[in-house]
């Protein structure tokens, strides 16, 4: 039988004769994956179905629970790509790799879909912003794997004023009041105030990389380092960003 689904591209990986094997994001946030046939000559309408982040549908066809199903039409319907903007094609490809871990065959979680989408649409909208929108994703994300405590209070001690001081994988958020850092090691000043902005604001306005912003810097870093370990170590498209930008 034949069905269609509202998807997001995540990865195409070559497999027997110029065909691949495509992962996707469903609209209820379950992964699955197809095989598309090879194409003697692929057109570029073939080649742009299949990019990493692209919105398309996609229709399977295959036993219900057959180990990889065909795909028999995939239609672009949006697409995040700005030509000619390195940058943000790199963090599309970060993107499409944390979401193809994180994601689960059988398991549907439609936050992941709303997510993805609305950084597809907000680094089309705003490209230049495209490492910005690559951390509040991460966050996001952690939140989504209930990793992220709510950073309003003090996990250890129930203080809502006093700065973080660090993330206890035990206690979640910890501020100074109860917790004593070497001032070298705590979180900024700020840093509370920097997750505030990523947990009320949309991916439209995911706050912008600032090289001085040491609240952001650190956070990012940590909330980066959290997840990247969650998914077991350094992805590929990270390096490739790195070595880049
Ligand atoms: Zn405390």
Not at 122 to 147: F, Q, R, S, T, V
């Amino acid at each position: 039988m034949i069905r269609t689904y509202a998807a997001i591209v995540l990865k195409a990986v070559p497999y027997a004769e110029g065909g691949a094997v495509v992962s996707f994001l469903s609209e209820h946030g379950e992964r699955m994956a197809g095989v598309a046939k090879g194409v003697k000559k692929p057109t570029a309408k073939w080649v742009a179905a299949f990019e990493p982040l692209g919105m398309v549908r996609v229709s399977f066809f295959g036993k219900e629970h057959a180990e990889l199903k065909r795909i028999t039409r995939c239609e672009l319907a949006f697409s995040p790509l700005t030509l000619g903007h390195l940058e943000s094609s790199l963090v599309m490809a970060c993107l499409a790799d944390l979401f193809d871990r994180v994601s689960r065959e059988g398991v549907e979680d439609d936050r992941l879909y709303r997510l993805l989408s609305a950084c597809g649409r907000a680094l089309k909208a705003d490209p230049d912003n495209a490492l910005g929108i690559l951390a509040y994703a991460e966050h996001w994300l952690l939140h989504c794997m209930g990793l992220l405590p709510h950073p309003r209070v003090c996990g250890r001690c129930g203080n809502d004023t006093a700065p973080l001081a660090l993330l206890s994988p035990d206690r979640g958020w910890c501020c100074t009041a109860c917790t004593p850092v070497d001032p070298q090691e705590a979180l900024p000043a700020g840093s509370r105030e920097h997750l505030r902005r990523l947990r009320t604001g949309g991916a439209e306005v995911a706050p912008r990389v600032t090289p001085a912003d040491d609240a952001q810097q650190a956070v990012t870093a940590l909330l980066r380092a959290r997840l990247l370990q969650e998914l077991g170590g350094a992805l590929r498209s990270y390096d490739v960003l790195w070595r880049t930008v």
